[in-house]
Structure formats: structure tokens, C-alpha cells
């Protein structure tokens, strides 16, 4: 029989809620001491929303007569927000191996680019790809960024270059937001790269005058409901102009403008989404003193990617320089056949090690900062009452230990949780469920 409510966890160790005042997001000052309750409780309703969250003596006597469907002993482990992975390209086929081979050897991202590999690559074997291997690949990549703590993650299109292919990517991804219990924030990157055969504004103008105003008849037939806007603003790829004309169509059919930004070369990309009024902007290994300052007043997340820079040899993202002038620092996977990573932990593991953060900051940027990022730190990104309840339970005395043990997700993390339902366990913890 069903009860009242859908979950009850008891008598965590630590319950860290990230924030705890509503705040939209945090600033460098906010980060430096996260809201963490000891020896607490948290209750989830049947809506799958937060409806309690306090010392565990007087939850126990707020809900004495209470009926749960589940109750977690949580007794010397720690309670945490679900983690947000606020950049993913996730849904393609084909498989890169070989190019990490070429990186390794020193040849660059543009030099493989140019000689076929890269997105072309991809794009190539995604074009051949049916629907249906698209969407089975795309879903167990899920899973393991679901195992690995991620409850919400951002996930574009983009290899696709052509519109059936965008739209098959995105039906793809607007399938696995109905059928999968993890949150998706969908976005639209038909502006990846420049297809063969075209010159950006070519390209330009045929997502300005096709490509979007399919997606706003499909949106408005309730088919495919796509979040964000994407571009990659790059030298050899969409200049600042045909980057703007395409940010500004997106957003005038009600996309969050989200792009690529500043990555390889300085492009004044924050400049121009800070003038757009753009929700984020990814990458930024070589923004520009002014475009940081430009970002900070804008409100304008810098969604920062250190798996990527590790694995490029790029420069590393200015995290401390950004923190201490008021930007919105969010961290993201950027899993990617170019940059293979499903871990958040891992994540921000290299953002403290690589990129000068603390732990609280790599926690921060990865819950609220990066809900934030996607438009979603209304209901997701820190544990507060009326929130969704996303949850991650792990093993420990100390919820730093998530960060600090370089790839132990796979022992620490005892149970992931989505609304309220455990949608992963531990074998450790009894049988293995992932539903």
C-alpha cells in the first residue's frame, strides 16, 4: 500500500543542502561555507518535491505517525543534492579512440579537425545511425552519469549538421526525458560546426530560416520541447556575427541562449553573450578580462569544463580570477567522444586540483551553480523544502570525500535518487537496482 509520502531518510551523518535560503545561485563569498546539517533527516511526498528537512529528532516527532513507501537509515553517511552536469553531447555514434592516440602525439583539436577527423567524424556515423541505436547508446550513457550521482544534465544535439539529423538527435533526447527517471535540460547545437560543402553564413542562414522555425512548429505541436540555443563561436568555425544572428533567433522563439565560447582562440564570445543576455557560457579558456567583467554584471554563468582542458592540453579555465570579480561559476562533464568522461566527482576532483578551487566551491559549481546555468535552481541544485527531491547518498562520514577520492564514486555513492525514487543502489547495499 502506498504511503503518505515516498521517502523518509534518517539520521544522516552530515545532510549537506548546498544553500539554504533560496538562493538562484552562489557567489564566491556564499561558497566558502555551505549550508551542512548534522545528524539529520529529510522527507520526500508523493509528488517527489521536499516536503521536510531538519535535525533528526524533530523530524522523527513531526512525522511519528506518518506512513513512508520507503525509509533509508542513513546512520554515519552523508546526504547530498543530486549532481547537475551543466554541458554534455551525448546522444552520437562512431567512436574517437583513435584520435586520443593522434592528441597524445601532439597533434592539436584544429589539426584533426581540418584532416576529416573530429565532429565530422561523428557527424558522419550519427547520420547513418538509426534512431533506435542512437537512443540505447544515449541511454546507458545515462545510466552511468545517473551511477556516478548526476540527476539533472544538460545534453545537446549537434552532430547532425543537417536538419533530419538534428531532429533525430532531439527526438532522441526528448524520448529518453519521457521514458527515463533523470532530469534532462535539452539543447539544440545545429551551429557545432560548419557543414561540409557550406560557409558559415550558408549555415547560418539555413538554421536561421529552417532549422528554427521546425523546432517552434514542433514545440508547438508538443513533439520535441528544446531548452537551449547552442553555437560553437570559434576561429575556423561561427564567427561573432553569424554567432549572434543565430543566438538571437533562438532566442526570439524562447530557447535560453547556453553556447561555446572563447575556447580555442579569444572571440569576445562573453562580451556578445553578456550583450544577448545568455543564460551561460561554456569553456572560456580564453576569455578576456573583459569578458569576465562583462559575465559578472550580466549574471551570466561561466559553465567551466576541466575534463576538457585536461585532455586537450588547453589552457586551464581562470576559476579563481572569475570567482573573485563575481562570476557565476557552474561545472559541466563536457562527455563528448572528444573528451570521454561521465563523472561529475571526477570532475570536480580536476576543478580543485587543476583549475585552484575548494571543495565547497567544486560542490557548489556542480549543484546550484549548474542548475543555475540551465535555468532550473528554481527546483533543483541544493536540498530545501519545495524542491525535487535528488538526492545522493554516500558511504562516508564526510561528504568531502566524494571529491577527494579521485575516482571512488563507484564504491562511495550507496544510492542515487530521483523525485524521491532510487533509481540506483549499491550492490553493496543489497541487490543492484537501476529502474
Known amino acids: 500500500m502506498a504511503g503518505e509520502y515516498r521517502l523518509l531518510l534518517e539520521n544522516a551523518r552530515q545532510l549537506v543542502l548546498v544553500c539554504g535560503r533560496g538562493e538562484k545561485y552562489l557567489l564566491r563569498a556564499g561558497m566558502a561555507s555551505l549550508a551542512v546539517l548534522q545528524n539529520a533527516s529529510l522527507v520526500v511526498g508523493q509528488d517527489g518535491y521536499i516536503k521536510a528537512v531538519g535535525q533528526a529528532d524533530v523530524i522523527r516527532n513531526q512525522f511519528s505517525g506518518a506512513t513512508f513507501e520507503r525509509k533509508i537509515d542513513c546512520t554515519g553517511k552523508c546526504i547530498l543534492p543530486g549532481l547537475v552536469d551543466a554541458h554534455t553531447h551525448p546522444v552520437w555514434a562512431g567512436d574517437r579512440v583513435h584520435e586520443f592516440a593522434m592528441k597524445l602525439a601532439g597533434a592539436s583539436y584544429m589539426e584533426i579537425h581540418q584532416a576529416g577527423g573530429g565532429i565530422h567524424f561523428t557527424v558522419e556515423h550519427t547520420r547513418k545511425a538509426t534512431e533506435e541505436e542512437l537512443f540505447n547508446t544515449f541511454k546507458h550513457r545515462l545510466e552511468r552519469m545517473r551511477r556516478a550521482g548526476s540527476t539533472l544534465v544538460e545534453c545537446k544535439s549537434g552532430y547532425g549538421l543537417n536538419l533530419e ?6 527526438r532522441v533526447i526528448e524520448r529518453a526525458k519521457q521514458s527515463m527517471d533523470i532530469g534532462i535540460s535539452s539543447t539544440y547545437c545545429g551551429a557545432h560546426s560548419v557543414p561540409k560543402g557550406k560557409t558559415a553564413t550558408e549555415a547560418a542562414d539555413d538554421i536561421i530560416h529552417n532549422h528554427l ?13 528544446v531548452n537551449n540555443i547552442d553555437v560553437f563561436c570559434e576561429k ?14 533562438g532566442k526570439d522563439i524562447g530557447l535560453q541562449i547556453n553556447f561555446h565560447g572563447d575556447e580555442l582562440h579569444p572571440m569576445k564570445s562573453a562580451e556578445l553573450g553578456a550583450e544577448l543576455g545568455a543564460q551561460a557560457i561554456s569553456h572560456l579558456e580564453e576569455v578576456s578580462d573583459e569578458g569576465i567583467a562583462a559575465i559578472a554584471r550580466a549574471k551570466c554563468a561561466a559553465v567551466l569544463l576541466p575534463t576538457t582542458a585536461y585532455m586537450l592540453r588547453l589552457k586551464q579555465p581562470q576559476a579563481r580570477k572569475m570567482l573573485n570579480e563575481g562570476v557565476i561559476v557552474a561545472l559541466g562533464s563536457d562527455f563528448n567522444p572528444n573528451a570521454y568522461c561521465f563523472s561529475m566527482p571526477m570532475v570536480m576532483h580536476l576543478a580543485c586540483v587543476n583549475m585552484k578551487m575548494s571543495m565547497n566551491e567544486a560542490l557548489a559549481a556542480a549543484t546550484i551553480n549548474a542548475a543555475y546555468a540551465l535555468g532550473k535552481s528554481d527546483t533543483h541544485g541544493s536540498i530545501e523544502i519545495g524542491k525535487q527531491g535528488d538526492l545522493v547518498i554516500i558511504n562516508s562520514s564526510r561528504w568531502e570525500h566524494l571529491i577527494y577520492q579521485f575516482g571512488g564514486h563507484q564504491t562511495l555513492i550507496d544510492y542515487v535518487i530521483v523525485k524521491g525514487k532510487v533509481v540506483y543502489k549499491n550492490e553493496r547495499c543489497g541487490i543492484t537496482s537501476s529502474y
Open 236 to 249: 575556423g568555425v561561427f564567427d561573432l556575427d553569424s554567432t549572434r544572428r543565430i543566438l538571437q533567433a
Open 213 to 225: 522555425p521546425k523546432l517552434k512548429e514542433l514545440k508547438l505541436s508538443g513533439e520535441i520541447h
Open 165 to 170: 539529423t538534428e531532429l533525430k538527435m532531439l
